[in-house]
Every structure is written in structure tokens, then in C-alpha cells.
């Protein structure tokens, strides 16, 4: 098989989705991938992950399997306090980190053109019950408490948000054959 050529750098723009607790309780995880792979992204990593809860008296308990449990919990926690930094002052973070933390969750990094702006707009409005027909959030959730994806909201972001949730080794380059289809010449 004849290796493809590189994409070009305009191609190559990526994002980081993550599949909420309440999705993977309510087995939606096919759901959002499917939507994403239909549009013609591009996988480039994936991983299903607990974040520890922080439970008064015991410090961080890691639910059972966590295959996170080599790493260091203060660090995990960490992790969300570090991705939702702009909302740690605001009255709903508590109950925010206790969604995030309730059970597993996917990590995802998708790669493609636009990638960031369409997957937001596939995404849909972060409260739910504002949410196009048609967008994930939309067709799939009802509260902005229970809103079954994350998308970054800018390439800047996406780039902080993929160094948080994965190492630069768990990412994988691959070429797709489609290229030529998805983009043309
Ligand atoms: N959130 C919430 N209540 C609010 C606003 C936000 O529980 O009133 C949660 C919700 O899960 C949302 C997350 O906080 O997805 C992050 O909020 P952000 O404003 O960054 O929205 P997003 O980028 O996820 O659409």
C-alpha cells in the first residue's frame, strides 16, 4: 500500500471533545462519535477515564476500574480545575466538578478542517433547552446541568484543552485515504 502524502496544515487544525458522564451512563458514546466520523473528522486519540471525586475526610477516591490510579490524584483533579478555569468563581463549579467526576468519561481529539468552529456549531447551545434540533445538545440532552458533550471553543483553547486531557505520545498520525473525496484535489 502506497503511504498518503501529508495533509496540508489547514487540514490538520484539531479539538478536544469529551463525551460527559451522563453520555456514557446513557450509552450515547456511538451517538456523538458516529456524528463526527459522518462529517468526515478525523480521530487522532481516544480514551474513556475517571476523574477521582474529592470525598469529604478520604481526600480523592477514584472510582473502580481507574485506570488512571498510577497517576497522582491531586493532579487529576487538577485536571478539571484546569479545563474549567474560567468558571471556578461561579455558583454552579461545585456541581459542575461532581458531574464531571460521577463517573467515566471520553476523551477525545478530532482533526480536520474548521474542526474547532464546526464542532461547536454541531455541538449545539451550551444550555440544553436553548439547543438547535439537529445538534448534539439539541437531539440529546434538556438541561444545561446534564449536557452529554465539551467541544473547545477556539483553536487556542483546543490546543491548551488536548495538553490537559492527553500527552503529545497518545496522540496518533495517521493519513486517511479520503483525503481527495472529503476535501478534493
Ligand atoms: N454549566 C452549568 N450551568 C451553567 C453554565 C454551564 O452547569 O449555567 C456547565 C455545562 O456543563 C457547560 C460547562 O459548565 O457545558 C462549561 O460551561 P461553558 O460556559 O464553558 O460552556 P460550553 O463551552 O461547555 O458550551
Redesign the pocket.
Known sequence: VTPCPPAPPELREQTLVLV?PDAVQRRLVGDVIGRFERRGFKLVAMKLLQVPELQEGRGYVCGYPCIIAPRCHQADRGLLDRH?Q??QQ?P??P??LA??TSGPLVAMVWEGYNVVRST?AM?G???SAQAAAGTI?GDLSMH????V?????SVETALREIGFWFQRDELVAWESGDSQYTYGP
Open positions: 460527559k474549567y474560567h468558571l461561579k454552579f463549579y456541581a459542575l458531574y464531571m461547536r455541538v447551545d451550551t444550555d445538545r444545561v446541568s446534564r449536557n458533550v465539551h467541544a473547545s471553543d
